[in-house]
């Protein structure tokens, strides 16, 4: 058997995940622990400085509403993100959230990063909610903030620990176990209070490129699924599994489209269609109020496009030299204006990808491709899980205190488990939160869980039994390989276990085929999910006999453990939810339509730790009074 060294530790407050969330809560938390004598605890898989969604930076902040400046209320942004959401969003953590984004925004100037701005020092904003930034070292600045913090604090940060499991007493949540990546060593972390923060989860779904340039995505490779297991395992109540995001992209190498439709006002358009966009704008009214809603909402954009392609009037495009010469002409009387206009556009083309999606700008250079002389390439990508962009999915957390909620239950961001908290990509319903909102959930996750420790805090009860169980089954998958590997010429080829890659391909491939992935059209039915939840059965056995040859497979393994049950839990509630609500994302084929009456509700779910069973539950959209 795997023999690996146990190390405990015990702290107050553990944050699992590195991310902008777990910064924002590491940040806020280390403040309010000093102030108590407590401590803080953050675990990350990766290296702080470089890890999470932002590790190649970003170009843009996504969330900021300007309301020092008058430009808008934090009631537009809690109507903003419900038309986006087709209706569907806790406007109480909206709001909650967009009250104290910008404050955060601030603080990242003030740390040194650089956030555009014009003559007048002004932010130059990309759109009415995103500002431009020179942000390749975004995820440096936030981590060094978070790491003085926690230091200040006498807290700990560790870095390249996997945390596979959350630990339990009853329905309270008491810590995390998980093992190092790179030395053979099992981490017990015991704690009063837990915060998940570990982002989203890519590659459930097949992603478009399979054999050459296999990984290829918009959203992380290693962000897994982690923090929907962990509070799924928690047995906490979860929301919107069924709200996966599919973002339009460059196609092949993921560049994002913000910039180019919002800064650059470009057009998106079909090869023979034209401008969809406004050529099927009638289609809209079938999804009416929010389908007229301005600007459209983002699942509906994408389906749009997808009605030209399922015309076969592909490919789609963004026409950035159009647009790029479109905005220099204005300059055209005067050739040296012109040309210097043209440099500066240039490089806003170029940076906007070097700064976040470097190989966007390979592919480009790869293609000759000059962005003022040819339009490139748009795709719909394959779906991702992250309830800080345009999806939803996440756990079903309090709302704040001083907000007329009714759902809330004494702490904000904490689960329906007792210290048990989640933000960011974690918490469910609050979409559009970005890099800088969900910094913020994650200071607002940090400061109510210090409040929890201060107030209700009890001493872990962890039982070490159940500790050394864990322990046993997390590495088993070594134990399977050590077992058998020697019986076959080709130890990759064995009937005793299967390998975290092979069991990846077969995940893979059941969510795209039968749940609405790439090839399928992201068309679903009644039909197709039922079957997939009986492959799911095979799927689960199979899960149970991963083998792992060294450490790194170790985590390939339960990366992929996590995924499976993030498919699990979209399937189901694809299934429960009998409408289509947000084509463009998913379509039921066999309910095609939006169903206000039945259906203009959460469709929430639950695993139970006790049975094994899985719950689905109807919640109310309860809309924030006068907004
Ligand atoms: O335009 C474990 N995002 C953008 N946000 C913006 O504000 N502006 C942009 O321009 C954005 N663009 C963008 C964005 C993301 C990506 C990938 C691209 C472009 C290419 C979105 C934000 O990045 C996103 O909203 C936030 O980062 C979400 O924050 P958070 O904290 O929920 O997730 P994270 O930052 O990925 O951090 C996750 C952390 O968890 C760790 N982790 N640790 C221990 N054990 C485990 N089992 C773990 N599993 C994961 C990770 O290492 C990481 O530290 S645009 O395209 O949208
Ligand atoms: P993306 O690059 O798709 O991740 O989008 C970045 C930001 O721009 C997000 O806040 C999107 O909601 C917003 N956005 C992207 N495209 C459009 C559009 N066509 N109209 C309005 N907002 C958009």
């Known amino acids: 058997m795997a023999n690996f060294e146990t190390v405990e530790v015990n702290t107050d407050l553990l944050i699992v995940g590195g991310g902008f969330t777990a910064c924002g809560a590491a940040t806020e938390a280390a403040y309010w622990a000093k102030k108590n004598g407590l401590k803080v605890t953050l675990v990350d898989k990766a290296a702080l400085d470089r890890s999470g969604a932002v590790a190649m930076g970003l170009s843009a902040i996504n969330q900021y509403v300007g309301v020092r400046d008058g430009d808008n209320t934090v009631e537009d942004y809690v109507r903003y993100v419900r038309q986006d959401l087709m209706g569907i969003s806790r406007e109480d953590l909206v709001y909650n959230i967009a009250r104290h984004v910008d404050s955060t925004v601030h603080l990242f100037e003030k740390w040194g990063l650089k956030i555009w701005t014009d003559e007048d020092g002004k932010y130059v904003h990309e759109g009415r909610w995103q500002l431009m930034i020179n942000g390749e070292s975004y995820k440096i600045?936030?981590?060094?903030?978070?790491?003085?913090?926690?230091?200040?604090?006498?807290?700990?940060?560790?870095?390249?620990?996997?945390?596979?499991?959350?630990?339990?007493?009853?329905?309270?949540?008491?810590g995390a176990v998980g093992f190092s990546t790179r030395e053979e060593k099992f981490y017990v972390f015991k704690a009063k209070a837990t915060i998940a923060a570990a982002g989203g989860a890519v590659h459930v779904f097949r992603p478009r490129s399979v054999g050459e340039g296999f990984g290829r995505s918009w959203y992380p490779p290693f962000n897994t699924g982690s923090s929907a297991y962990f509070t799924m395992k928690a047995g906490a109540e979860m929301t919107c599994q069924e709200v996966r995001f599919i973002p339009v992209r460059f196609k092949d190498a993921y560049g994002p489209v913000g910039a180019w439709f919002l800064l650059f006002k470009s057009r998106a358009i079909s090869a023979e269609g034209g401008e969809y966009m406004a050529v099927r704008k009638d289609e809209l009214q079938n999804w009416a109020p929010y389908g007229l809603a301005k600007p459209i909402p983002?699942?509906?954009?994408?389906?749009?496009?997808?009605?030209?392609?399922?015309?076969?009037?592909?490919?789609?495009?963004?026409?950035?030299?159009?647009?790029?010469?479109?905005?220099?002409?204005?300059?055209?009387?005067?050739?040296?204006?012109?040309?210097?206009?043209?440099?500066?556009?240039?490089?806003?083309?170029?940076?906007?990808?070097?700064?976040?999606?470097?190989?966007?700008?390979?592919?480009?250079?790869?293609?000759?491709?000059?962005?003022?002389?040819?339009?490139?390439?748009?795709?719909?990508?394959?779906?991702?899980?992250?309830?800080?962009?345009?999806?939803?999915?996440?756990?079903?957390?309090?709302?704040?205190?001083?907000?007329?909620?009714?759902?809330?239950?004494?702490?904000?961001?904490?689960?329906?488990?007792?210290?048990?908290?989640?933000?960011?990509?974690?918490?469910?319903?609050?979409?559009?939160?970005?890099?800088?909102?969900?910094?913020?959930?994650?200071?607002?996750?940090?400061?109510?869980?210090?409040?929890?420790?201060?107030?209700?805090?009890?001493?872990?009860?962890?039982?070490?039994?159940?500790?050394?169980?864990?322990?046993?089954?997390?590495?088993?998958?070594?134990?399977?390989?050590?077992?058998?590997?020697?019986?076959?010429?080709?130890?990759?080829?064995?009937?005793?276990?299967?390998?975290?890659?092979?069991?990846?391909?077969?995940?893979?491939?059941?969510?795209?085929?039968?749940?609405?992935?790439?090839?399928?059209?992201?068309?679903?039915?009644?039909?197709?999910?039922?079957?997939?939840?009986?492959?799911?059965?095979?799927?689960?056995?199979?899960?149970?006999?991963?083998?792992?040859?060294?450490?790194?497979?170790?985590?390939?393994?339960?990366?992929?453990?996590?995924?499976?049950?993030?498919?699990?839990?979209?399937?189901?509630?694809?299934?429960?939810?009998?409408?289509?609500?947000?084509?463009?994302?998913?379509?039921?084929?066999?309910?095609?339509?939006?169903?206000?009456?039945?259906?203009?509700?959460?469709?929430?779910?639950?695993?139970?730790?006790?049975?094994?069973?899985?719950?689905?539950?109807?919640r109310d959209v309860v809309p924030l009074p006068g907004v």
């Not at 903030?145 to 996997?162: C, H, M, P, S, V």
């Not at 079903?396 to 329906?416: F, R």
């Not at 068309?523 to 059965?537: C, H, I, N, P, Q």
């Not at 839990?569 to 095609?592: I, K, Q």
């Open 141 to 174: 600045i936030i981590a060094e903030a978070a790491k003085n913090a926690i230091a200040d604090a006498g807290g700990e940060i560790y870095e390249r620990i996997f945390i596979t499991e959350p630990l339990m007493d009853g329905n309270r949540c008491v």
């Open 298 to 618: 983002a699942n509906l954009r994408n389906y749009l496009g997808m009605l030209d392609m399922d015309e076969g009037l592909g490919p789609l495009y963004m026409e950035t030299d159009e647009a790029i010469n479109k905005i220099a002409d204005a300059f055209k009387e005067d050739p040296k204006a012109f040309k210097k206009k043209m440099k500066e556009l240039e490089s806003e083309a170029w940076e906007d990808f070097l700064d976040m999606t470097i190989s966007q700008a390979h592919l480009w250079a790869a293609q000759n491709v000059k962005p003022e002389e040819k339009h490139s390439e748009i795709a719909a990508c394959e779906p991702y899980f992250i309830g800080s962009h345009s999806g939803a999915s996440g756990a079903w957390v309090s709302g704040p205190e001083d907000l007329d909620t009714p759902y809330k239950w004494g702490y904000a961001n904490m689960c329906t488990v007792d210290g048990l908290f989640a933000a960011g990509d974690a918490s469910g319903a609050s979409s559009h939160k970005f890099s800088s909102g969900s910094h913020a959930e994650g200071r607002i996750a940090g400061k109510a869980a210090i409040k929890y420790v201060v107030e209700k805090g009890a001493d872990p009860n962890v039982d070490m039994a159940k500790v050394e169980g864990l322990k046993k089954k997390i590495l088993s998958p070594l134990d399977l390989w050590q077992a058998h590997c020697n019986e076959t010429t080709d130890p990759e080829i064995n009937a005793n276990y299967i390998l975290p890659r092979q069991f990846m391909f077969r995940l893979q491939k059941l969510m795209d085929e039968y749940a609405g992935g790439v090839t399928s059209a992201f068309k679903t039915s009644k039909s197709l999910l039922d079957r997939a939840m009986e492959l799911f059965v095979f799927l689960k056995e199979d899960s149970e006999k991963l083998g792992a040859r060294d450490l790194y497979e170790l985590e390939r393994c339960w990366e992929n453990i996590h995924r499976m049950w993030q498919g699990e839990a979209h399937v189901r509630t694809m299934l429960f939810r009998e409408e289509t609500r947000w084509p463009g994302y998913y379509f039921r084929s066999d309910t095609p339509k939006m169903d206000e009456d039945n259906w203009h509700c959460f469709a929430n779910c639950r695993w139970d730790p006790a049975s094994g069973e899985w719950e689905m539950m109807k």
